[in-house]
């Protein structure tokens, strides 16, 4: 205890002399941050010209604030520090003078960071992957009882070095709005779904487009393909106001796709117009000849003007559809697709054709009947 007994005494006479900070350190600081700035901004310049995706990575010595651009080559991962302009902009409102410089100094270092950027490279050969699909859960649409909703949150991947399974890496994509075109290189060596990584698209899908959703599911174009016993029509719902985008999923069981149709027809319709004022209707009046010769000449004197060129067109009207009947919680709905829409149901559920569908009924009835 008599160890302590001048504590507070010592320690009063041995604390540091406090240095206020000084206008002048401000100036100071000001004309140092002005000569890095030009300089960091042309880096920085040069960076935004790399080609690659930005990305976050999380592991030892990383912070998981920090931006990367990545690309690869033959060999390697080539990781490259990334910087905007916003993120060395100095704020405008400080509460004091300490606070002030604080953020000079902040900025300062971060165009020092700048300044001293380098790549740097993971082989390839050195490091597995793992994907790490998105943790977001899938909803039911409040609106159509045919869809379920996926938040389209982020893509994740990780590199975890072959000789050391602590020494690795989480790569995470935030902006998927951004040019992802270097995923197709990362395919060769990292597995991840190709649809934001939440289910992969075959390649031989079809696009199709629904111009009738009848409370089943939305109008939109839609990826579709058949998985085993189901067939998936996917999409993704852009949402502007909020930037919160979602995947749309459809998925519909083949027992419970009654049939698909091709319907309605293309119907043609001649359309005349022209011939002058009067409230006449000169589309029926050529049919009586009433424009020919003096009745012609006449009409088209009485208002002083000459009679305007009589004009036949023909209008198209192709009302067109191709219907797929579904059956849903006891319900029925048929769904209307672009007429073009036929051939991806012909390629992927030529079963459920609707010809083929009424052949298969008759010929159980009749052999049920025998």
Request: hydrophobic share 30%; net charge negative; charged share 30%.
């Amino acid at each position: 205890m008599a160890l302590w007994t001048n504590r507070e005494k010592y320690s009063d006479r041995h604390a540091p002399e406090t240095v206020q900070p000084e206008k002048s350190d401000i100036r100071k600081l000001e004309e140092l941050r002005k000569q890095l700035k030009e300089k960091a901004e042309s880096k920085m310049d040069e960076l935004s010209k790399l080609s690659g995706i930005i990305v976050r990575l999380e592991g030892q010595g990383f912070n998981k604030n920090d931006k990367f651009i990545l690309n690869v080559d033959d060999e390697n991962y080539i990781f490259t520090k990334y910087y905007e302009r916003t993120d060395c902009i100095l704020p405008s409102v400080h509460s004091s003078l300490e606070d002030e410089i604080e953020s000079y100094k902040q900025v300062i270092e971060k165009y020092k960071d700048i300044l001293e950027i380098q790549p740097f490279y993971l082989k390839k050969d050195k490091f597995s992957s793992n994907d790490l699909p998105s943790n977001t859960q899938i909803q039911k649409s409040e609106t159509y009882i045919g869809e379920t909703e996926h938040p389209v949150g982020n893509i994740k991947f990780s590199l975890i070095s072959n000789t050391d399974s602590n020494n690795g890496i989480v790569i995470t994509i935030t902006d998927l709005k951004q040019d992802l075109s270097v995923l197709d290189s990362l395919k060769q060596t990292i597995h991840f779904k190709n649809f934001y990584n939440i289910l992969d698209i075959p390649e031989d899908s079809f696009q199709v487009t629904i111009i009738n959703g009848n409370n089943f599911c939305r109008e939109d174009t839609y990826h579709v393909f058949r998985e085993q016993n189901q067939l998936i029509l996917v999409c993704v719902r852009v949402d502007n106001y909020y930037g919160k985008d979602k995947i749309i999923i459809i998925q519909i069981e083949i027992d419970n796709i009654l049939y698909y149709k091709s319907e309605g027809s293309v119907r043609y319709e001649q359309q005349i117009s022209g011939g002058g004022g009067m409230g006449i209707n000169y589309g029926s009046a050529i049919l009586g000849g009433l424009l020919f010769g003096e009745a012609g000449a006449i009409i088209g004197s009485r208002r002083n003007e000459e009679i305007s060129e009589i004009e036949s067109k023909t209008i198209k009207y192709d009302d067109r559809i191709v219907t797929l009947v579904v059956k849903k919680d006891g319900r029925i709905f048929q769904m209307g697709f672009h007429a073009n829409n036929e051939l991806a149901f012909d390629w992927l559920i030529p079963e459920k054709q609707y010809d083929y569908v009424i052949q298969k009924r008759r010929e159980n009835y009749e052999q049920a009947t025998v």
